[in-house]
């Protein structure tokens, strides 16, 4: 399919092992089944909202509806794009890219999970790669936003690997308890002096104005 009215399917960032691009239906739901088979530990809760802790069959579902919703509510000032990763060819896990008055502001924030079988083996850190080099080198982002919570070893470690610096902390409820979450940044200084993965992207001229960034605007 090569839709003409959402060039956002025609998007691709890749790295020298993994395709980032919007899921059409199939690959969405094989990413959907990526999801139900597990992200973490269940005793463990890494994200600020705990949209894991719902039966398998339900967060399937949950993630098929969820990014469909990002791409019916698209609006150039508020945009979430939501990005199947690519491993041999197969969905394993989601690396997203947010922003409100991108066009205004030039910062943006970052948030991802990866099949629990798929882990250990660097994705994380080469898909956070991707989105960083589309921000900075395709949209021309000043700066990145990121956050984990304060146990969250391989979320941090990622973020340190790309260049996030800390910038300070937030506290939020999560499963009616109290958790301290890491606030990190990454600004264009930085994402240069960090760069180690090959990125390639394809397609994003026609996507710019749905961004907020005129073509001038891009460096």
């Known amino acids: 399919m090569e839709p003409h009215y959402w060039p956002l399917y025609r998007l691709r960032i890749t790295t020298p092992r993994l395709e980032l691009r919007l899921p059409d239906l199939k690959v969405l739901d ?32 949950s993630t098929f509806r969820y990014v469909l919703g990002t791409v019916a509510q698209w ?32 910062e943006a924030d970052t948030g991802s999970w990866l099949g629990l ?6 994705i994380g850190t080469e898909m956070r790669a991707a989105v960083a080099h589309l921000a900075f080198a395709g949209l021309g982002a000043r700066a990145l936003l990121s956050a984990a919570a304060t146990d969250n070893v391989r979320s941090l470690g990622v973020s340190r690997r790309i260049g996030y610096r800390p910038d ?10 109290s958790r301290t979450f890491r606030r990190l940044r990454l600004d264009r200084e930085a994402w240069e002096a960090h ?17 907020g960034v005129p073509s001038a605007a891009v460096v």
């Open 30 to 61: 094989e990413l959907a089944a990526v999801s139900a088979a597990g992200v973490h530990d269940p005793d463990e809760m890494p994200f600020a909202v705990p949209w894991t802790d719902a039966p398998p069959e339900e967060r399937g579902r």
């Open 117 to 122: 079988a798929h882990q250990g083996r660097g």
């Open 75 to 106: 609006q150039p000032e508020r945009w979430e794009l939501c990005l199947a990763v690519l491993f041999e060819g197969r969905p394993v896990g989601q690396q997203d890219l947010r922003a409100v008055d991108f066009g205004v502001t030039g």
């Open 168 to 177: 300070g902390y937030e506290t939020l409820a999560v499963r009616g308890r």
């Open 195 to 211: 760069r180690r993965v090959p990125v390639e992207v394809t397609g994003l001229e026609p996507c710019l104005p749905l961004f």
